[in-house]
């Protein structure tokens, strides 16, 4: 069995998932009709204390809801350089909503408040674009699975407020960060205006993001899901894997995140790394000394069937999921030295 770091996308459902997919009720949700998929979105939005949730085919369609929900056609959007909004989702910023961009320089994928009241237009000017949302992203991928501070969401809130800017949360993986940082899911309901949530990354479902927020906003993103071609019909199978992964696969995410650190203790003792970003969930991003055959190494790794990806000329990353076990871990120090 191959040991495939690639991505937490790419976990097998479950016996027990599978069962709960068999079992479910459907119905057609674009009447509002499938009884497994109105349980999730209401189990989603009580688990963040918000009024309502919508069930969607992808994280990338419930950010780009969001975006398309919050803004309009020339309206300025405020997020990281490394944000999955921007880098991949496709141009969908300008595609789906017609904005514009400004990209701030953060911490491993992390923004402040500062950033915020530094790259925020004066509306008064014509020139300038109107700055309307924030989006931040908990754990941030790119960052190398990086977490925010309290502090610092609570402190981007209050500026954004301030300054009449909506916020949005891209959380693909906000249960490592709650897993790692200890937070309840509610504190995040109550300082964002929009979150969206990933069933399909680390939490093991095959398929499915919610996006959760008031009333009158998802109101909004229904239409909008329509018009994106998102409304589906009997898809509460998919729902139901969504219920089980969010019963049964949140406390777990420690053991990734123990994997990953394991991993990142394995690479420090190799001489062809360079420097590991510190690991804070489940994601490794490592640096290779310039003269390492860093090619050569990942066609090795593949050939005796571990699997990961270059990220950059210098740069692999590997992620830990429900389908990688410590065992696997522990023969890597073995796999690594047959791939040198
Ligand atoms: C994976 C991911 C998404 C959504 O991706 P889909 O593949 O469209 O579900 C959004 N944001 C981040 C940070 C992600 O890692």
């Not at 950010?63 to 496709?90: F, R």
């Not at 000017?125 to 941030?140: C, F, Y």
């Not at 050569?296 to 950059?312: D, H, N, P, R, T």
């Amino acid at each position: 069995m191959n040991i495939d770091l690639r991505s937490d996308t790419v976990t097998q459902p479950t016996k027990g998932m599978l069962e709960a997919m068999q079992r479910a009720p459907v119905g057609d949700d674009v009447f509002g009709e499938d009884p497994t998929i109105n349980r999730l979105e209401e189990m989603a939005a009580n688990m963040f204390g918000m009024e309502k949730a919508i069930f969607c085919p992808s994280g990338t369609m419930t950010n780009q809801i969001a975006i398309k929900c919050h803004t309009h056609p020339g309206d300025e959007v405020i997020c990281d350089e490394l944000s999955h909004v921007y880098q991949y989702e496709g141009g969908g910023i300008a595609f789906n909503a017609g904005a514009s961009v400004r990209l701030l320089h953060g911490d491993r994928g992390r923004i402040n408040q500062d950033h915020i009241k530094g790259a925020v237009n004066n509306p008064d000017d014509v020139h300038k674009p109107i700055s309307r949302l924030v989006v931040v992203e908990n754990t941030a991928n790119r960052g190398g699975g990086s977490c925010y501070e309290w502090a610092d969401l609570a402190g981007m809130s209050e500026t954004c407020k301030q300054l009449g800017l909506s916020y949005h949360l891209d959380g693909a993986r906000l249960f490592n960060a709650i897993v790692a940082k200890g937070n309840d899911a509610k504190q995040y309901g109550e300082i964002f205006d929009s979150i969206s949530i990933c069933l399909s990354k680390g939490l093991g479902a095959p398929v499915g993001s919610l996006l959760i927020g008031n009333a009158d906003f998802i109101k909004k993103a229904r239409r909008v899901r329509k018009a994106f071609g998102g409304g589906m019909r009997q898809a509460g199978s998919l729902a139901a894997a969504g219920i089980y992964a969010l019963e049964h696969h949140i406390d777990r995410l420690k053991t990734d995140h123990q994997n990953a650190k394991s991993i990142e203790g394995i690479l420090q003792k190799q001489p062809f790394v360079k420097e590991i970003l510190s690991v804070e969930t489940n994601i490794v991003i490592a640096e290779c000394e310039p003269t390492f055959d860093f090619k050569g190494f990942i066609e090795k790794m593949k050939q005796q069937g571990v699997l990961f990806f270059a990220i950059s000329p210098t740069r692999f990353r590997m992620v830990t999921h429900l389908d990688v076990s410590s065992e696997m871990i522990e023969q890597l120090p073995e796999k690594i030295k047959n791939s040198l």
